[in-house]
C-alpha cells in the first residue's frame, strides 16, 4: 500500500517546468497511467527511490524502449558522473536526467523568480541544481569517454536529444502576499511552510510527521494523529538541528494539508 501510495505519488507529481522555458531544457512528460512493476527498497535515499519510478514508468510505456540506465562513466578509475538513462521514443534518441525535488520560496533570496526557490534545510537550490544539470550533468553525454559506452547502444552522442524529467513539489509562505509565479508550474505548489511561532496559527488541528519517503504521499486520514502539544514537542528536536520537517495536517472538518516547518 504505501509503495504504490509513492509511486503513484512521484509519477503524478507535475513537471517544474513545461516544455522548454527554463534555461532550454527540454522536460519529458511521463504518463500518469503507468502501473508500478516491481517493489523498490525503501532503505534508498528518496532521490534514488524516484528514479527507479521513473524507469519503471517508461517500462511499462509503450511509446519508450530503455536502452540503458545509471550508466557510469569512468576515465583512470576516477568516476566522472552518471548518465541515468537512454531511451528510444518514435525513432528518437534521448538522454534524460531526472529529478526529484521538494522547494519553498523565500521572497527575500532575490527578485529574480527562480532565485528563490531552496531546498527546506537551505542546502540547497533550484538554480543550483539547473546549474550542475547545465555545466556536469548535461555535457557529460559529450565526454569522450562516454563515447564508448554510447558506442555500444549503436549510437553517438550527436545523434540524441537531452531532456530532463524534473518533478517537485513546492511550497510558499504561510504569511506572504501571493506571488505571480511566471516561470515555474503552479500545479506544483502542494501547500505552504511556517516558521515555528506561526504554527500557532493552526493549534487547532491534527498532526501527523511522515518519514523522508513518505514526503511524496497525498495526505490521507489512515495515520496516528497527534495533538499539537505533542506536535510541537516534536517539530522543536527538528528545528534545534536545523531540520525543516514536513507534515501532515487535519482541520476540524477533516480537510487535509501539507506543510513544512521551518527553522530559519
Not at 148 to 157: C, R, T
Not at 193 to 221: A, C, D, G, S
Amino acid at each position: 500500500m504505501i509503495q504504490s501510495s509513492i509511486y503513484n505519488g512521484i509519477i503524478t507529481t507535475p513537471n517544474l517546468w513545461k516544455h522548454a522555458l527554463v534555461e532550454d531544457i527540454d522536460q519529458l512528460e511521463l504518463s500518469a497511467d503507468s502501473i508500478q512493476n516491481e517493489l523498490i527498497s525503501t532503505k534508498i535515499r528518496l532521490g534514488m527511490f524516484a528514479e527507479q519510478c521513473v524507469f519503471q514508468a517508461l517500462e511499462s510505456d509503450s511509446k519508450f524502449q530503455l536502452l540503458a540506465k545509471n550508466i557510469q562513466i569512468i576515465e583512470n578509475n576516477i568516476t566522472l558522473g552518471e548518465l541515468d538513462c537512454i531511451l528510444e521514443s518514435e525513432s528518437k534518441i534521448i538522454h534524460l536526467e531526472i529529478a526529484y525535488k521538494f522547494y519553498l520560496f523565500d521572497p527575500n533570496m532575490s527578485k529574480n523568480e527562480l532565485s528563490c526557490w531552496i531546498g527546506p534545510n537551505k542546502k540547497d537550490s533550484l538554480l543550483e541544481k539547473i546549474e550542475k544539470l547545465k555545466k556536469k550533468q548535461l555535457p557529460l553525454l559529450f565526454h569522450s569517454k562516454t563515447a564508448e559506452s554510447l558506442s555500444k547502444l549503436g549510437v553517438s552522442a550527436d545523434s540524441i536529444q537531452q531532456k530532463v524529467c524534473f518533478k517537485a513539489q513546492l511550497f510558499t509562505p504561510f504569511s506572504s502576499n501571493k506571488v505571480d509565479y511566471k516561470t515555474i508550474n503552479t500545479d506544483c505548489i502542494y501547500g505552504v511552510y511556517y516558521t515555528k511561532h506561526e504554527l500557532m496559527e493552526i493549534n487547532q488541528r491534527k498532526f501527523y510527521i511522515p518519514n523522508k519517503l513518505e514526503w511524496i504521499v497525498t495526505p490521507h486520514q489512515s495515520v496516528k494523529w497527534i495533538n499539537y502539544d505533542t506536535f510541537i514537542e516534536q517539530i522543536d528536536a527538528y528545528l534545534k538541528n536545523q531540520k525543516s520537517p514536513l507534515f501532515w495536517s487535519k482541520d476540524k472538518k477533516g480537510n487535509l494539508s501539507k506543510g513544512f516547518a521551518v527553522w530559519w
